[in-house]
């Protein structure tokens, strides 16, 4: 199985702050990564899909990077909104793996 | 606009069974691939398993904690994914989303949650 290792696991930050999260894979998958928001009782959301396509609707301050093996997830300048959990997701091999999430708490 | 609806969740005993469904509109159903995810209290998401559109084959994959208890099909005549959960432990209290499946999982519906207790 393929492991996603996601850092940090907690992320303290305040409105307006650059933001950076870090999904590492336990072996190459190509650009086959998706990451997810997740606002505490509510369904996941897609925010980036194949390392680095935005999702439709998304805001431009969302970015992804990376492929084989090291991610990341960029939010460049951090909105009220934006506190929430956030989870990277392979989707290169069975069986599709999530890493374990990194929530973004504010300072 | 797109609308994935889970129903079926409650609290059941330790070895039995549940039937979950996700009645699909908005787009169509007979050409999505389409899976459940998990998220037990307080915990990350799960992948549960994958149906693959009956173009593609229909077939199947599966986690490895629900392979051979759990089974997932879809009724394209009916816009409906089920997920038939047997054989039910505790540690498969969650709540279940189900998600249209691609290159990502695109949409989500809002979650069933299910209770294995005694």
């Known amino acids: 199985d393929i492991q996603l290792t996601q850092s940090p696991s907690f992320l303290p930050a305040s409105v307006g702050d650059r933001v950076t999260i870090t999904c590492r894979a336990s072996q190459g998958i190509s650009s086959y990564l998706a990451w997810y928001q997740q606002r505490p009782g509510k369904a996941p959301k897609l925010l980036i899909y194949?390392?680095?396509t935005l999702q439709s609707g998304v805001p431009s301050r969302f970015s992804g990077s990376g492929s084989g093996t090291e991610f990341t997830l960029t939010i460049s300048s951090l909105q009220p909104e934006d506190f929430a959990t956030y989870y990277c997701q392979q989707l290169n091999s069975y069986p599709l793996t999530f890493g374990g999430g990194t929530k973004v708490e504010i300072k | 606009e797109v609308q994935l609806v889970e129903s079926g969740g409650g609290l059941v005993k330790p070895g039995g069974s549940l039937r979950l469904s996700c009645a699909a509109s908005?787009?169509?159903?007979?050409?999505?691939?389409m899976s459940w995810v998990r998220q037990a209290p307080g915990k990350g998401l799960e992948w549960v398993g994958r149906?693959?559109?009956?173009?593609?084959?229909?077939?199947?994959d599966y986690a490895v904690p629900v392979k051979g208890r759990f089974t997932i099909s879809r009724d394209d005549s009916k816009n409906t994914l089920y997920l038939q959960m047997n054989s039910l432990k505790t540690e498969d209290t969650a709540v279940y989303y189900c998600t249209t499946d691609g290159d990502a999982f695109y949409e989500w519906g809002r979650g069933t949650l299910v209770t294995v207790s005694s």
């Open positions: 149906i693959k559109t009956k173009t593609d084959g229909g077939t199947t």
């Open positions: 908005g787009f169509t159903f007979s050409k999505a691939w």
């Open positions: 194949a390392a680095s």
